[in-house]
Each structure stands twice: as structure tokens, then as C-alpha cells.
């Protein structure tokens, strides 16, 4: 498969003119496929699916060419459930152990920090950089600071020796300069949870930052019931939530660029139902732009600075939810996934990648990357054998489907 990183590299890929100085663009763009290149040692692309895969329980090897099965961020989940960098053959270490973090079923990717749900449904975290990866003890695990040393996965914890367990799935951070202070996820209890720089996301903008995982609550006592999927940044979040009739989205936090949905720029302690969709399945944000899957339809509010409501080409903000356009001018319809990388948003839908806004782009462009079967906001994911980086098309990452 073959996978094109997104996210912290996704303006670069832009900015930098990987696709020739294109102009900003604010309806989606379909990403091109690059020819084959180089990986960052030289190696040569990988797309032979006899040169790598880790065969499953039956002795096959899922997807039949390679080894990756999903994307989350900068970050490559193995078919055999452990976790790459974007690098395509470090991996992330259980501190515990001082094993192979295994038995991974989703993760969360920040810019400084990266966390990973396991099959038992405990949570564990750990830093990227050597510093400033846990300043506000977003690896909620009781510190904050730089210790220890790092890729070493710690479990997050909701008070001094007692793990946060009973998790569903990772939340989905915004692009990855934007959302890197707080890390927030889903229990299998249809709660939310955050920690780290908890400012926006707890304390209506009142300094506060913990390092263990505190209850998102809708009026600072009651928890907020329901929650199926969460995308969040360091200054707002949203969450798709199972209402009496149909699923809801609901955003709390800092509101200057109508990021909230509520028609207003008023921040909000606590969660806010939006108006304007109809059975959302997916939120997705970014730099004050938010987005939600409804009914295959993608729809966006917020800022519109960089094109990213991917209506129509103004930078008038989007105090509401209103329908991303195609090329053509009709709806994008058809879709399946939604992330946000750094000043942009991708939807994968019938087998592409279709992405809108950056800074660079004023025109709609249709490019075309085919059969597309995974999508996260560093990365998308084909079906053959192999990935590339999206800040440099030219060259590729293979991943390692060896042991580890």
C-alpha cells in the first residue's frame, strides 16, 4: 500500500511547490501519485508486495502487499497491531516491558507526543522530542517535564497509581502544530477524557494544565454521555455524539473563528450541540476550521482564512456548517474518513483522497491518486506496498515488516 504523509508536512508539500507553486486552494484537491522514488536513505521504492508483509494468523499477509494496515497521523499501524514512525522502521517501546508496544488497535499523533489504545483497552503514551514533549503533562501519566527517555510508551493515568482504562479509541488531534498540548480519547463508557494543557478544553480559558485524565462534563459535573469519535486541539474540541434520534456534534472551548458552530464567536465552557447536521458520523479540525461527515457529505464552519470551509473560493469566515465543494461546483459526496493536517483537510471517498485549503492554493484542482484505502492527516494509504512523504514526493519510506 501505498502511503503519502499529510499533516506537519502537509502545508509543506504545498508551500514548498511539491506540485509545481500551485495556488491556494479552497475546494478539494485530488492528490496526485508521484512517480517512484527514493526513500530518505536512497533505498529504492518498495512496491513488490513479495519484499515485505507480516503474514497474519492464517500465514497470509493482510492487504496482500506490505505491511501497514492504517495510518493515524505520523504514524503507521502494522498489520501485526505494533506502531511506526513516520520513518518507516522505528517503532514505540512499552516502558513496562521494555518490549515492542504491541497489540495497538488506534493511535493519536501530536506534533511533540503520540498515544496508542491497546486490545485491552488501556492507554499508554510517550514523547517524540527530547524536550518540550510533556511540559504540561500531556502524556498523562502523573508527570510533566522532560523524563525519561523517549518513543518509551507509558501508561496514562486518572489520578496517582490508578490507569485509565476502558478505552475505545484515540481522539483525532488537529493539524500537528496546532493541537500538540493535549491529548484526548474515548472510553469504551461513551465518555470523554482529556489531559495535558486542559486551558480551553476544561477551564474556559483559565491556566490549567494536568497530567491526568480529566472527565469532559456538560456543566462541570455531569459527563458528556454518548461520545462515539473526538478530534481536539490544545484550544477547542468536538465530538460526535449519539443523540435521542440521530448522532449530534458537540464543541467546547476558544470560539474567535466561529470554530464552534454556533453561529457566534462566544467561547464555551462546556459542550455545545451544533445545528445544521443531520446524522454526522465523523468531526475533523483544524486551525479553527472544523468538519463533519453527514449523510456522505462533507461539511465545514470556522475560518476560511486558508480556503479551508472548501465552499467557494472566499475567505469569508463559516459561522455554520455549510456543504465542501467539488470540482464543478457540486457537493463532495461519497465520503468515508475526514482528518485535518496543518491548513488543510482531506476526505477519502470512491477510492481518492480529496483535500481543500492550504496557503497556497486559489484554485480547485483535481489531480487523481487511485485506490486509496486509508487516510489520516500525514498520510494516505494505497494498495501498493509501499509510502512516501508527502513533504517530498520524490522520495519514499519503506516501512519495516520484519520483526521488531
Same mark, same amino acid.
Given at each position: ?15 514548498? +511547490?511539491?506540485?509545481? +507553486? ?5 475546494? /478539494?484537491?485530488?492528490? $496526485? ?11 529504492? =521504492? ?6 515485505? %508483509? ?29 506502531? =511506526? ?5 522505528? &517503532? #514505540? ?40 514533549? !510533556? ?13 525519561? /527517555? ?28 496546532? %493541537? $500538540?498540548?493535549?491529548? +484526548? ?37 455531569? /459527563? ?10 490544545? $484550544? ?10 440521530? $448522532? ?82 457540486? /457537493? ?34 483535481? #489531480?487523481?491518486?487511485? !485506490?486509496?484505502?486509508?487516510? &489520516? ?28
Amino acid at each position: 500500500m501505498d502511503v503519502r504523509w499529510l499533516g506537519a508536512a502537509a502545508i509543506g508539500v504545498i508551500g514548498a +511547490c511539491a506540485w509545481g +507553486c500551485q495556488a491556494e486552494s479552497s475546494t /478539494p484537491l485530488q492528490l $496526485n501519485p508521484s512517480d517512484a522514488g527514493e526513500s530518505p536513505d536512497g533505498s529504492p =521504492l518498495v512496491t513488490d508486495p513479495s519484499e515485505g %508483509g507480516v503474514p497474519g494468523p492464517d500465514g497470509t499477509t493482510p492487504g496482500g502487499a506490505g505491511c501497514i494496515k492504517d495510518v493515524y497521523g505520523g504514524y503507521a499501524l502494522r498489520s501485526d497491531s505494533k506502531v =511506526l514512525l513516520a520513518d518507516g522502521t522505528t &517503532s #514505540i517501546v512499552d516502558a513496562e516491558s521494555g518490549a515492542t508496544l504491541a497489540n495497538v488497535t488506534s493511535i493519536s499523533d501530536d506534533r511533540n507526543h503520540g498515544c496508542a489504545v491497546t486490545s485491552d483497552g488501556s492507554l499508554r503514551c510517550w514523547r517524540t522530542r527530547e524536550s518540550g514533549s !510533556n511540559a504540561n503533562g500531556q502524556l498523562g501519566n502523573g508527570t510533566k517535564g522532560d523524563t525519561g /527517555p523517549i518513543l518509551r510508551a507509558s501508561r496514562v493515568l486518572r489520578a496517582a497509581g490508578t490507569p485509565l482504562t476502558g478505552v475505545a479509541a484515540a481522539g483525532n488531534a488537529a493539524g500537528s502544530y496546532y %493541537g $500538540n498540548e493535549a491529548t +484526548c480519547v474515548v472510553g469504551a463508557d461513551a465518555k470523554a477524557y482529556c489531559w495535558g494543557d486542559v486551558t480551553w478544553l476544561t477551564a474556559n480559558g483559565s491556566t490549567l494544565t494536568s497530567s491526568y485524565a480529566q472527565e469532559i462534563t456538560t456543566d462541570g459535573a455531569s /459527563p458528556l454521555t454518548g461520545v462515539k469519535q473526538i478530534a481536539y486541539s490544545t $484550544n477547542y474540541a468536538c465530538a460526535v455524539v449519539q443523540g435521542a434520534a440521530a $448522532n449530534e456534534v458537540w464543541c467546547w472551548g476558544q470560539n474567535g473563528d466561529y470554530n464552534l458552530g454556533q453561529g457566534d464567536t462566544a467561547k464555551r465552557q462546556y459542550p455545545a450541540k451544533v445545528v445544521g447536521l443531520t446524522n454526522p458520523t465523523m468531526v475533523a479540525l483544524t486551525h479553527g476550521t472544523t468538519c463533519a461527515i453527514d449523510g456522505g457529505q462533507v461539511k465545514c464552519w470556522g475560518s476560511n482564512v486558508n480556503g479551508m470551509c472548501g465552499n467557494d473560493g472566499t475567505t469569508s469566515h463559516c459561522p455554520n456548517p455549510i456543504v465542501v465543494l467539488g470540482p464543478g461546483g457540486a /457537493p463532495l459526496a461519497d465520503a468515508t474518513k475526514i482528518v485535518g493536517g496543518d491548513f488543510l483537510l482531506c476526505a477519502l471517498r470512491s477510492g481518492a483522497a480529496w483535500c481543500w485549503g492550504s496557503r497556497y492554493e486559489p484554485h480547485a484542482t483535481n #489531480i487523481g491518486l487511485p !485506490n486509496v484505502v486509508a487516510l &489520516s492527516s500525514h498520510a494516505v494509504v494505497t494498495d501498493d506496498g509501499s509510502y512516501h512523504p508527502l513533504d517530498n514526493l520524490e522520495k519514499t519510506v519503506t516501512p519495516a515488516c520484519g520483526a521488531l
